[in-house]
Structure formats: structure tokens, C-alpha cells
């Protein structure tokens, strides 16, 4: 496909993505807030069948939220059902995913530093995960251990590390991350329309037919959006990782997923408590230690150790221990820099599928990449994850090299 389309059809695809993630998102916060915060009404409206009700004002205007016990006596002629914002989400992440990752194979999914995939194979694996990450996780939830949530909780994380762990060493670390995300999403989709929506048609219709609805769906719904609450906040992380190699171009990228999970988890359960008037700021305090250690834990140049975590990092450690920097040719860093990542950024990239300067980041000249050298630092010596899947074959002394040069205040000349 011509890359301009392609651009076109990601931008379209994703800003759908967003903007309809954002309306399924901010309904789910909302319910969920809604629910938690209902107050005891006054009897005459308990003997109307509301169970809780709320006051709020917003825009301009008073509201007035009540909640069934079970259902009105009579249908209202319109109710409101939300699920389009569930499945337009996954929908336009499906087609984005497709797009960038399996037509793009070659360039997005398959890194043959890590496995030397064929696009189909590639294709292949990763919708067998993702459909089979549903269908194992509904089995789970439909078997004995669903009366045990935390037992079931801690099995669905660990099936999760194990999965984190064989997508990054399948896919490229970016592709590793997405298919986590898509797995999780597809659960939470999943959830909406075979569990949530078939309990609330079955409520629907025990109301019309006067006959109670079977008690097992509550149980099962209750269920399922319980682990959609907390596996939101992970799945928005997933969806802006693409901009931060520092957690998927990591030689550990599997465990760090694992663990901001984990923490972005436990993060909600802090505003779940809150809003039914629980505060346990610890949570959210405990949550904040966590990532101080994790950031700490990761860190491309070890804080407090001063030992390097990559050997291009050793270099320059060793350099400026020694604080008698080897002069470096500034000749040499434009050729190289030139030579290994010019393909791509550069006013007229001669690469065969990035035509336009991604990140609108151009290294033509040596003055360009003196103010690129902080970028260029964070990705090439840090991340190590330019060039891009090292298309261009940059070598460990060139690293090195570079390395030097921004150590010694990225000269230009
Ligand atoms: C095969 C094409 C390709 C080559 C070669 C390449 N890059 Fe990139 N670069 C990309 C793509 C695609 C992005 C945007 C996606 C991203 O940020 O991961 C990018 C983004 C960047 C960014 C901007 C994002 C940021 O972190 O600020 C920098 C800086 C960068 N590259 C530096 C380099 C350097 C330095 C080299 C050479 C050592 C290089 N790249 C080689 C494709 C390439």
C-alpha cells in the first residue's frame, strides 16, 4: 500500500480509536463513580423500588440519578443501553492493529533479532493470542474458581507474565506490547458483549415477563466488570507505550509490563474505595514507591552503582571516570549518523517505507544533530532502539562512539 494512504488510514483509524475509547472509558468511570456513590433515599421513593439515589449538577443543571432495587414495575419507553462505545473501540483498534502491524509486518511485528517470522506466521500467532487469550480467560471465569476471586486473580496474572514473556521474545518489543494490549482489550469487549449485555437483555425481559431474571447472570456480569475496572488503567498505559522505549525496548520490557499492570491496577482500586467514602491514601502512596523503585530498578545507567547496563553506557561511564575524554571526530559522528539513520530522517528519506522524517526528527547535518543529541541519546545509547530495528546495521563501537561525543557536550565541531 502507498505509505501516504497508509498514513491517512492510520490517522483516521486511531483518532476513531481515541475519541470513541474515550466515550466507553468515561462511561464505564462514570457508572462505576455512580454506583458507588448512591445514598439512601427517603421511604417513599424506597417504596417505589429505588434502592439508591444522587444528586449532582453539572453544565448548568441539577440532576437526579435513582437506582431499581431490581427494575421499575413498567419498561420506560427509552433506556439507554451503552455497548457501541465498547465495540467501536475494539473495532478501530482491531483495524489500526491490522494495519500498522500485520500489513506491516515487515516493519512493525517482526523483529528478526528476536524471531525470524514470515508475515503470515506472524500474522498467524498473534490473532491465535488474542483469540485464545478470550476463550482461555472465559473458561476461567466459568469454572470453580470463579467463587474465588483472588485465587482467580492471581492465575490470570500469572497466565498474563507468562504471555508477556513469549510475546517479547516473538515479536518486535513494540509489537510484544500492543498484542498485550489487544488481548486484554478483546477480553474487556468480550465481557461487554457476551457476559454484561446478554445479563442486562435477560434483566430487560424478566421485567416485561413479570418472572425473576436467573440470579446466576448478576453473579456472572458482577464478575466480569470487576475485572474490567481494573485492567482499564493498564490498558491505557499499553495504548501510549508506543511512545516510551525506555519500557518496551528494556532488556527486562516483559516484567516492567507486568509490573506497571500491577501498579496501575492497584491505582484504581484507591478511587473504587474513595468513591464509596473509603480513604486509603496508602494505596496510592504505596502505588507512587512502587514506581519510584520500578523507574530506579530500570534505569539505563545504574543511579547508585555506577555500573553501565549497556556496554555503549560503559563507555561512556568509563570515559568520564577517567575525565580524560578521548577527542572525538566530529567528521566521523556526521558520517556515521549519516550513514545509519539519514535513510529515515532526513528531508528526502530514501527508505522504503518511511518517505517522510518519522518524528519530523532530521539528521542532515552535524548542527541538526547537536540539537537532536539528547533524543539521539535517549534512543540510541539508553533504549538502543534506533535506528529501527537497526535496519541500517549500526554497530556496538559506533554506539560507543556516539556515545562519546554526547558525553563530551555533543560538539559540532
Ligand atoms: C528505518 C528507519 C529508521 C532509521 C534508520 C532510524 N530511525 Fe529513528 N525513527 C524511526 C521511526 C519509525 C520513528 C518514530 C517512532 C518512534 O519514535 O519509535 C523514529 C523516531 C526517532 C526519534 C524521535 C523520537 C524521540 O524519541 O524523540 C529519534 C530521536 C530518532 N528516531 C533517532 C534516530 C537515530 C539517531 C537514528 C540513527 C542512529 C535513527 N533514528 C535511525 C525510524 C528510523
Known amino acids: ?75 420506560p419507553s427509552t433506556l439507554h443501553w451503552f455497548k457501541w462505545e465498547a465495540y467501536t473501540t475494539w473495532i478501530t483498534g482491531f483495524f489500526l492493529l491490522a494495519l500498522m502491524y500485520y500489513v506491516g509486518a515487515e516493519v512493525y511485528l517482526i523483529d528478526k533479532r528476536i524471531a525470524d517470522l514470515t508475515q503470515w506466521q506472524a500474522i498467524g500467532v498473534g490473532l491465535t493470542v488474542i483469540i485464545g487469550g478470550w476463550f482461555c480467560y472465559d473458561l476461567l471465569c466459568n469454572s470453580k474458581l470463579a467463587k474465588q476471586g483472588g485465587i482467580l486473580g492471581i492465575v490470570l496474572l500469572t497466565l498474563a507474565t507468562a504471555l508477556a514473556y513469549f510475546l517479547t521474545h516473538t515479536f518486535s518489543a513494540r509489537g510484544a506490547y500492543i498484542h498485550m494490549g489487544a488481548v486484554i482489550g478483546t477480553i474487556m469487549v468480550g465481557n461487554v458483549f457476551r457476559i454484561i449485555i446478554p445479563s442486562q437483555q435477560a434483566l430487560v425481559t424478566a421485567v416485561k415477563t413479570g418472572k425473576m431474571p436467573d440470579p446466576q447472570w448478576g453473579a456472572k456480569a458482577k464478575l466480569r466488570s470487576t475485572h474490567n475496572t481494573y485492567t482499564t488503567l493498564p490498558l491505557v498505559f499499553i495504548m501510549i507505550s508506543n511512545h516510551y522505549p525506555i519500557t518496551y ?39 507512587g514507591i512502587a514506581t ?20 555503549a553506557q560503559a563507555h561512556t561511564t568509563m570515559v568520564e571516570k577517567h575525565h580524560q575524554p578521548a577527542i572525538v571526530d566530529v567528521v566521523q559522528i556526521e ?29 542532515d547535518d552535524i548542527l541538526a544533530m547537536q540539537q537532536w543529541a539528547p533524543r539521539i541519546k535517549a534512543r540510541v545509547i539508553d533504549a538502543t532502539d534506533m535506528p529501527f530495528m537497526n535496519k541500517t546495521g549500526m554497530t556496538q563501537p559506533e554506539r560507543e562512539l556516539i556515545a562519546r561525543w554526547i558525553a563530551q557536550g555533543a560538539p559540532a565541531s
Not at 255 to 263: G, K, T
Not at 337 to 342: D, F, H, P, S, Y
Open 1 to 75: 500500500m502507498d505509505p501516504y494512504l497508509t498514513e491517512w488510514l492510520n490517522l483516521l483509524l486511531r483518532f476513531l480509536h481515541v475519541i470513541t475509547g474515550i466515550a466507553w472509558i468515561g462511561a464505564s468511570f462514570y457508572f462505576i463513580w455512580l454506583d458507588n456513590h448512591l445514598e439512601k433515599p427517603p421511604q417513599w421513593k424506597i417504596d417505589q423500588g429505588i434502592k439508591g439515589d444522587l444528586w449532582a449538577i453539572h453544565g448548568g443543571g441539577f440532576y437526579e440519578v435513582a437506582k431499581y432495587q431490581l427494575a421499575p414495575r413498567t419498561m
Open 249 to 287: 525496548s528494556h532488556a527486562y520490557n516483559w516484567a516492567i509490563l507486568i509490573a506497571i499492570i500491577v501498579i496501575t491496577a492497584i491505582s484504581r482500586q484507591y478511587f473504587v474505595l474513595r468513591h464509596k467514602g473509603i480513604h486509603k491514601p496508602g494505596i496510592l502512596i504505596g502505588a
Open 292 to 311: 519510584v523503585v520500578l523507574a530506579i530498578s530500570m534505569a539505563p545507567f545504574a543511579l547508585f552503582t555506577s555500573k553501565p547496563t549497556s556496554p
Open 335 to 363: 558520517q556515521v549518523l549519516k550513514n545509519r539513520c539519514a535513510s529515515c530522517h532526513s528531508i528526502k528519506p530514501t527508505d522504503n517505507t518511511f518517505r517522510i522524517a518519522p518524528g519530523g526528527v532530521l539528521l
